[in-house]
């Protein structure tokens, strides 16, 4: 308890960040998981079975949506950098995305006619708008986020606190949907308004929560020399220097297979185990578990790197998915086990990650003086790229998920006398889904666990770049006062 306290105190009264900055921050990161929880993990299932929408429709539709914010994040990333002044615009772009973030992803569970084609094109706008939206968030948050912790020493316990919020958040839908869902006692229609009910409660609540950083927050930017037009152009140059983000975002790519796996999940446990409620309890013996290795971070951080961190966590979380592949899903017991099980370092690894993406923006800064002879780091690109990353992966996700249903067979909602029905699955295609569930879960976790081993950019040579990085800052700084000086 006495540690709890210190490590609560430190992040108190951290020093490069006021306490209603960090509440605020925290904020905004637990109001936009949980609608990004929503989206991601029911709307595949919601689509097929509600919506009568089939796998080509849908991939289709979120490849679509992938392309536009492919190229939305690098220009929104380079208006975060190009904006020097003290005001910035990382704010502006939070207040203008969080309302057409929470109409979509609340609308997206509305049925809107019994026509698949007009419920195509439906979700196929609201889908844009939703990632459209989401994309200008996260990166503005996301980017303010380095800016707030310039000392790389006290990011353990700010990202720490801040994945508690998005492990909270994206936990919150998932473990609710399913108990209302048993509610209904397979009454189909009540089911379709249960998802829109539980999407507007959420959405409201994370609406309010993604506005508090926006009057919170105040704008940073790190002092730096004024850019030499001449040397914008390696602003992208800089972002293939970068191996610690190249590394994890090549983990990330790869970890998308184990996505599969997660959003399998909802169908394996609707369908297969016939015993929805089911999620609900996983997920909570999931969530006290993954919580438990979050709070770790702090005090095991003294020992093991980050990467260290995200390295044991997938390999753990591969162990579990290679015992729940050999005892497979006859006994519910062993299954829920296991999968509870394997979500323990979940949240510890994400906050490791949101480290390691922080800390890439150091090494970028003083790789670029290495190469370059200028120090020049561009969060907002950093962050960018990230989101890129993000969203092709998720296509690929996609392309796995819907591609692997089609593969077993899933047959979607049917359209019989002008109302939608209820599919009933083979046993071949229920022992698909476990598949679904068991195999990219060992796959996506195995593989990044070897690619993150790859990552130096730590341990005694991020201790050396870092001590480095100070003399340069320190002689940046100096050349700018005796600048100002002669002026």
């Not at 390295?311 to 899903?329: D, K, P, Q, R």
């Not at 780091?377 to 089609?406: D, H, P, Q, Y």
């Amino acid at each position: 308890m006495g540690k709890f306290k210190e490590k609560f105190n430190e992040f108190k009264n951290n020093p490069d960040v006021a306490l209603k900055e960090q509440v605020g921050y925290v904020s905004g990161v637990f109001g936009n998981c949980m609608g990004q929880d929503s989206v991601s993990t029911y709307t595949d299932q919601f689509m097929y079975d509600y919506m009568g929408l089939d796998s080509k429709q849908v991939v289709s539709m979120k490849s679509a949506t992938t392309f536009v914010n492919i190229f939305i994040a690098p220009i929104i990333g380079a208006m975060l950098d190009g904006n020097r002044s003290k005001k910035g615009n990382a704010r502006t772009f939070m207040r203008a995305s969080a309302i057409p973030f929470t109409l979509a992803s609340v609308l997206l569970f509305v049925v809107p006619s019994s026509s698949i084609m007009f419920n195509f094109i439906w979700s196929f706008i609201l889908f844009l708008t939703f990632n459209i939206a989401d994309t200008f968030f996260d990166v503005a948050l996301s980017t303010l986020s380095v800016r707030m912790t310039p000392n790389a020493k006290s990011r353990k316990n700010f990202y720490t606190v801040a994945q508690v919020a998005s492990t909270l958040g994206s936990m919150l839908p998932g473990g609710v949907v399913p108990i209302i869902i048993d509610m209904m006692d397979g009454d189909y229609n009540s089911e379709k308004w249960a998802f829109f009910s539980v999407a507007l409660f959420f959405g409201i609540l994370g609406l309010f929560s993604m506005l508090v950083p926006c009057f919170t927050l105040k704008e940073r930017n790190l002092v730096l020399p004024p850019k030499d037009n001449k040397k914008v152009k390696i602003d992208y140059k800089l972002i293939l220097l970068n191996r610690p983000l190249l590394l994890l975002s090549l983990s990330s790519c790869i970890e998308s297979i184990r996505q599969v796996c997660y959003n399998s999940l909802p169908f394996f446990y609707k369908q297969t185990l016939n015993n929805y409620g089911m999620k609900t309890y996983v997920e909570i013996a999931s969530s006290a578990l993954s919580y438990g290795g979050l709070f770790s971070v702090p005090f095991i951080g003294k020992k093991l790197s980050s990467r260290d961190i995200v390295v044991l966590g997938y390999l753990h979380t591969a162990i579990c998915y290679i015992l729940l592949f050999i005892c497979g899903y006859k006994n519910l017991w062993i299954a829920g086990i296991l999968i509870a099980l394997g979500g323990l370092p979940n949240a510890g690894a994400s906050a490791a990650k949101r480290i390691l993406l922080a800390d890439s923006t150091d090494y970028m800064e003083w790789k670029s003086y290495k190469k370059y002879g200028i120090a020049q780091r561009n969060e907002g690109m950093v962050f960018a790229f990230n989101t890129m990353v993000s969203r092709i992966t998720a296509l690929w996700k996609e392309l796995l998920v819907n591609g692997g249903l089609a593969l077993i067979g899933y047959q979607s909602a049917q359209n019989i006398g002008g109302q939608l029905v209820e599919a009933v699955q083979t046993p071949e295609t229920l022992h698909g889904i476990f598949l679904l569930v068991a195999i990219p879960g060992i796959i996506g976790n195995l593989i990044p666990a070897i690619v993150m081993m790859f990552d130096n950019f730590t341990g005694k040579r991020k201790e050396k770049i870092m001590a480095e990085l100070e003399e340069i800052r320190a002689e940046a700084k100096a050349k700018l006062e005796v600048e100002a000086g002669e002026i």
